[in-house]
Each structure stands twice: as structure tokens, then as C-alpha cells.
């Protein structure tokens, strides 16, 4: 039976927030921008008088103001947008349980069972857009398609508050002429790739030799290739099983440069001690730690590798980190964020092998340590206790991860796995 | 957890209110205090839904009341509740 996919995007969605917030700027070109001060001073979102002047997200604010002086730019305010995405997401849910979100203003619904309830995909599409309009007061653009990719693909289309259909009947007439670059996963790399062997739209990636693309892409080019066509399968994650966590992770773009390793030390003692107190909270123990480092050319790597032992307690998480920095990183360029995060979860009650060479004893000392910080911190605040090398610098310690909620966007599979 | 920003908007006026709360959940607002002090009798809530209000900038349940002979909307947002300033614009 062919599914009936929508793809929902709230245009714009951070601007049109403090839009509708705010009605004295409604007018006006607008960008909600990170902190300057803390370095995060680039452009995250912004309205369609901002998109005129060329205005594009990830500039930075310098750049932003060049291109439109007039331009009105707020902070943001990611509460609110979290309610507002809570509140489509409740929206979805009245037509499907299946319900992915990709970021905070995405989403996919297959609502292939409720046709039969609510009327066809498009119907659904322009109630659940009217919907939006009247109850969050932003807009949003809905893509109808038979899978996921063109769906998406859809949403893209038309903006702001419009349905686009895609369907197996026509996506060569409406997808096949979009521009390469614009199917999901094709990032700059690759685009340019695809350039230098002829291939610009769509349609040219879905009549390439699939054998051809896996040859020179690996096995992401036969994978392009099947979206290219239609033939993605991926399933819409249900709600509920989205939430179950894969990984706990925390990165940041430090106030200044990370000069060398005591820095460094200092920024992944503060990481792996947020990533151990929230996999405690949740419950779990990490087998493997990952790091992310990106230097000030925004240069960017990951390397991974395996805990001793499945484990939950900083020290742990943290000697780990810096071991796998010490051994990648050859101080090319100074460090503008780094990010550490525990993967390969198991629950923190299960069963463990003990090993004859470690000092059981001191592991449970520090389990106790931890908890211990734990319950300090909740009762009287996270800077109330904390390591004595976070001192050395006052402006990387006083940074905390744990509460200063980074927002990333879902990967589209789950753990970065191929379909 | 970040606290949320509030925004300010002169059309924008939250008011206090006196509701009925029932013991299966939900209210029934009852009485509206403007900011000038007086007290407004809710006659009949016509209709409940959520909305956004773009005049006033915000979104909440909104609530059609009958005050007097006038329909007005009283929007619940979390714990506060606001009204739209009449007249302007």
C-alpha cells in the first residue's frame, strides 16, 4: 500500500516567534541572532524582509548589518520555541502517533492509517497548516509525498503557508527539476562532486548508473540515488520511541580560543561532568566517548573509543575525552568548540563484568562522589561545588553545559546508520 | 533550565480574572478586572479553543466571552491571563 508522508516546516520559525511576540517589528527585516559577547554572534533565523536583503542563516551579525542596516536583531528566546514546537507537535498527534520530529521545527507524520478518518494527505496538509495559523499564530509549509524524502523535498518548495504535492505521478515534472543540492544529504561536497561529472538536477542524480554513483560515493550513492527515485523507505519514527535516547552529548563554542591542552582539560572536565550527571539522571552507563573538535578555521573532526568499562562518573568520561584529543589533535590552529559526548548506552542497573585489575573500591568511592555532587547541585545550584582546575580560568570555568541548553536536530538516522 | 523572556506590548493587557474551577478540570472565567480597577461581569463563555492573537502578540486558550452586550476574547496563556487592547489600529 503506497503511505501517505507529510512533512511539516514552521517558516521561518525562530523569527516568526518573536514576530508574533513582538508586533511592533513585525515589518521590519529581522534576525534572531546568538550572543556576540559569547561568540555565538551569528544569524539563526530570519524573517522574509531580512531573506530580501540577502540575509543568509549562519552569517554573522557584521555581515547581516552590512546587507540591511535597518535590520532589527533580537536574541533568542528558546523556551518559547520549544513550547511553540511542543505545540505543534500536540497538533500532529490529533491526525497520527507517528510523528518524527527533525529539529524543533520540523516534523514527519505518516498518516498513511488515518486517511480514512481525517480525508486524503492534502486535506489533512491545509487543515493542519490553517491550524497552525490560528492557534500558534506562525505559518507553515506541508510537503504530501508517498515517502519521506519528497515530502521533505515538498515543504521546500512552496513558502511560507503552502501545501506542495509530490506524488508518484508526478515528482519527475516537479522534483526531477530541482537543483541537486536541494535532496536531503546532499551537502557542498558532494554538490560539487555531482558537478564535476555532469550532474545539476535531481532528475540527472535519478538517471545516473546507481553502480557508477556507489563506485565513486561509496555507499551513500546508491542511497542518494534511491532517493533521487522515490524509492526511500525509511520509516516515520513513532512517537515514543524517538525519546529513547542514544546518546548523551554536550558540546560548546568556548568565549575565547582554546590556546593548548590545559584549556582543553579545563572545557572537557566542564563537558564530561554535564554528560555524566545526564546519563546518571537517565539511568545510564556509556561504553564509548566521543569527542568533536572544530578549530577556529572551522576546520572540523570526531574521533570515538571505547571505555575499559561501561561507565557513568566524569573522571572516567573526561580521561577518556582528553586521551582521544591528545592522540588526534596536533595544535594546528587554535580550538573555537569542542564537544564530548557518551554513546553505545547500556541501563546503568544492568549487570557488569568487574575487572581483577582495578581498584573496585575506589570506583564505588567515586559513584558516591558523584552522586553526592549530584545532590549538591540540585539543592544549591551548580556552581556550589566544582573542580578545582574550573578556578584556573574563570571565563572557560564558569561555563555550564548542563543547564545551558544546546538544540540539535535529530539525525535523520537514528545513530548516523545507513538505511 | 533558561528562563523564558517575557515581551512587552502596549496592546497586550493582562488582567486578573475570577474563574470557577471544576473539580474534573478546566474553568470557567467569571469576572474580569480591568486595569483601570473596575470589575466586569462575564455573562456566557461562547466558545473555548486555542488561538494566537496577533494584536495583542501571544498565544494561549482563548476564550469568547459575552461582557455586557460586547463579545471580547480572554486568552489564558500558562497562568496568566491577557486581553487585547480595543480600539487601536
Known amino acids: ?59 554573522v551579525i557584521w555581515q547581516a548589518q552590512q546587507k540591511c542596516p535597518e535590520l532589527v536583531v533580537v536574541p533568542p528566546n528558546y523556551p518559547l520555541y520549544l513550547k511553540f514546537s511542543r505545540l505543534a507537535r500536540s497538533i500532529y498527534a490529533s491526525y497520527t502517533d507517528q ?100 550532474i545539476s538536477t535531481i532528475g540527472d542524480i535519478a538517471e545516473s548508473d546507481p553502480l557508477v554513483l556507489k563506485a565513486r560515493l561509496g555507499k551513500w550513492g546508491e542511497v542518494l540515488w534511491s532517493f533521487a527515485n522515490g524509492y526511500d523507505r525509511s520509516p516515520v519514527v513513532a512517537m515514543g520511541e524517538e525519546s529513547i535516547i542514544k546518546s548523551v552529548g554536550n558540546s560548546i563554542t568556548t568565549p575565547r580560543d582554546l590556546e593548548n591542552n590545559e584549556d582543553v582539560l579545563l572545557i572537557i572536565y566542564a563537558l564530561s561532568e ?6 546518571r539522571e537517565h539511568g545510564f552507563k556509556c561504553r564509548t566517548v566521543h569527542i568533536h573538535v572544530r578549530d577556529k578555521n572551522l576546520f572540523t573532526f570526531g574521533v570515538q573509543g571505547k571505555l575499559l568499562r561501561p561507565g557513568n562518573i566524569s573522571n572516567d568520561i573526561a580521561e577518556k575525552a582528553m586521551a582521544l584529543f591528545r592522540s588526534h589533535y596536533s595544535w594546528a590552529h587554535p580550538i573555537r568548540s569542542i564537544g564530548v559526548r557518551g554513546c553505545d548506552l547500556i541501563a546503568a542497573d544492568s549487570h557488569e563484568q568487574l575487572s581483577l585489575f582495578t581498584d573496585e573500591e575506589k570506583r564505588i568511592k567515586q559513584e558516591k562522589i558523584e552522586a553526592t555532587l549530584d545532590t549538591l547541585r540540585c539543592r544549591f545550584g551548580h556552581f556550589s561545588v566544582q573542580r578545582a582546575v574550573l578556578l584556573k580560568d574563570r571565563e572557560l570555568g564558569s561555563i555550564n553545559p548542563k543547564e545551558e541548553h544546546i538544540i540539535h536536530p535529530l539525525a535523520f538516522f537514528k545513530g548516523g546508520k545507513l538505511p | 533550565m533558561m528562563e523564558e523572556k517575557h515581551y512587552c506590548n502596549p496592546d497586550k493587557i493582562y488582567v486578573s480574572v475570577k474563574a470557577v474551577f471544576y473539580p474534573d478540570g478546566g474553568c470557567k472565567p467569571t469576572a474580569v478586572i480591568w486595569e483601570d480597577g473596575r470589575e466586569y461581569e462575564i455573562n456566557r463563555v461562547t466558545d473555548i479553543r486555542r488561538a494566537a492573537s496577533l494584536k495583542a502578540g501571544g498565544i494561549g486558550i482563548r476564550y469568547t466571552c459575552r461582557v455586557g452586550n460586547r463579545e471580547v476574547y480572554l486568552f489564558l496563556e500558562e497562568d496568566r491571563w491577557f486581553m487585547e487592547r480595543k480600539g487601536t489600529g
Open chain 1, 99 to 198: 510523528v518524527e520530529a527533525f529539529g524543533l521545527d520540523e516534523a514527519w507524520l505518516d498518516v498513511t492509517g488515518s486517511t480514512h478518518i481525517f480525508g486524503s494527505g492534502i486535506e489533512m496538509a491545509d487543515e493542519i497548516r490553517e491550524r497552525i495559523k490560528l492557534e500558534l499564530g506562525v505559518s507553515a509549509s506541508v510537503g504530501v509525498s508517498y515517502n519521506k524524502i519528497f515530502a521533505k523535498l515538498g515543504s521546500d518548495m512552496k513558502k511560507p503557508d503552502a501545501t506542495t504535492i509530490i506524488s508518484k505521478d508526478n515528482f519527475k515534472q516537479t522534483a526531477w527539476p530541482l537543483p541537486a543540492s536541494d535532496l536531503l544529504y546532499v551537502g557542498r561536497a558532494t554538490c560539487r562532486k555531482f558537478a564535476r561529472w555532469g
Open chain 1, 274 to 279: 554535564s554528560v555524566a550527571a545526564r546519563l
Open chain 1, 1 to 59: 500500500m503506497e503511505r501517505v508522508i507529510l512533512h511539516s516546516d514552521l517558516n521561518n520559525f525562530y523569527a516568526s516567534v518573536e514576530c508574533l511576540h513582538r508586533p511592533e517589528i513585525r515589518n521590519k527585516a529581522v534576525a534572531v541572532c546568538g550572543d556576540p559577547a559569547a561568540r555565538h554572534g551569528i544569524v539563526l533565523a530570519k524573517n522574509y524582509l531580512a531573506k530580501e536583503s540577502g540575509i543568509q542563516t549562519g552569517e
